[in-house]
C-alpha cells in the first residue's frame, strides 16, 4: 500500500542553523502539505502546495520557513534559522482528497 | 470561538463497549470530515472521511456528520484494547478555494480501551 514517507525521523539542531525536513508524497497525488504538532498541543497546518505553488500558508509559516518540490518525487521544508519554538513534530502529507500523513519527523532545536 | 471543538477526555471503556467521539465546528464552509488515529510520537493515521452530511461505516467504525448542527461522530463498535489511542477529528472546506485541503484539527481525544 503506497505511503508518505519522511526522513530523517529525528533531528537535532541548533538555535540559528538551517534545516530540512524532506518527504516522498505518495505517487500520483497532487496537493501536498506540511503541518506541525508541538507536544501535547493540536495539529496545525503550515502551508499547502499545488502545481508547483503554494496555496495557501498559515501565520507560522513566515519568511523563515519555505518548502521546494525539486524533482518529481520529493517534497522539502526548510526552515532558515532555526528557533527554540520550533521544535515539534513536523508531518507531510499528499492528497487526492482524503490526506495521508507520514511519519513525522521530531525536530529538536537547542 | 475555537473552529473546532473536540473535548480532549480521556475516555476509559471497557472492551467490547461502543465508544462515541464527537466534535463541534463553527465553519459553515467546511464540507470535508476526517477522522485519524494518532499514537504516541507518530503520524495521524487516516480512518475515514467523508463528504458533507450523511453517514459512513466501514467495519467497526461509522462516521456521522449533521451539518445543520455542525456536529461530527465518530462510533466504535465492539472495542478492542489495539483501538487505544488519540484519536482527530478533521475537516477542510469545498473544492474551488485556496483553502482547500487545509486541514483543521481539533485537539484529539485520548481514548483508552481496558481489556
Known amino acids: 500500500e503506497p505511503e508518505v514517507t519522511q526522513t530523517p525521523s529525528h533531528q537535532v539542531t541548533q538555535m540559528g542553523q538551517e534545516v530540512i525536513l524532506r518527504c516522498v508524497p505518495i505517487?500520483?497525488?497532487?496537493?501536498f502539505y506540511w503541518y506541525r504538532q508541538i507536544l501535547g498541543q493540536k495539529v496545525e497546518f503550515l502551508v499547502s502546495?499545488?502545481?508547483?505553488?503554494?496555496?495557501?500558508k498559515s501565520e507560522i509559516f513566515d519568511d523563515q520557513f519555505s518548502v521546494e518540490r525539486p524533482d518529481g518525487s520529493n517534497f522539502t521544508l526548510k526552515i532558515r534559522s532555526t528557533k527554540l519554538e520550533d521544535s515539534a513534530m513536523y508531518f507531510c502529507?499528499?492528497?487526492?482528497?482524503?490526506?495521508?500523513f507520514g511519519p513525522g519527523t521530531r525536530l529538536t532545536v537547542l | 470561538q475555537k473552529e473546532v471543538e473536540q473535548d480532549p477526555g480521556p475516555l476509559s471503556v471497557p472492551e467490547g463497549a461502543i465508544v462515541s467521539l464527537n466534535c463541534t465546528y463553527s465553519?459553515?464552509?467546511?464540507?470535508?470530515f476526517m477522522w485519524y488515529r494518532q499514537y504516541s510520537r507518530k503520524g495521524p493515521e487516516l480512518l475515514m472521511y467523508?463528504?458533507?452530511?450523511g453517514n459512513k461505516e466501514d467495519g467497526r467504525f461509522t462516521a456521522q456528520v449533521d451539518k445543520s448542527s455542525k456536529y461530527i461522530s465518530l462510533f466504535i463498535r465492539d472495542s478492542q484494547p489495539s483501538d487505544s489511542a488519540t484519536y482527530l477529528c478533521?475537516?477542510?472546506?469545498?473544492?474551488?478555494?485556496?483553502?482547500?485541503?487545509?486541514?483543521?484539527f481539533g485537539q484529539g481525544t485520548i481514548l483508552t480501551v481496558h481489556p
Open positions: 505517487s500520483n497525488h497532487l496537493y
Open positions: 478533521a475537516m477542510f472546506p469545498e473544492a474551488g478555494g485556496t483553502s482547500y485541503g487545509k486541514l483543521t
Open positions: 502546495f499545488y502545481n508547483n505553488e503554494i496555496s495557501e
Open positions: 502529507a499528499s492528497s487526492g482528497i482524503a490526506q495521508f
Open positions: 467523508t463528504y458533507s452530511s
Open positions: 465553519n459553515s464552509a467546511f464540507q470535508y
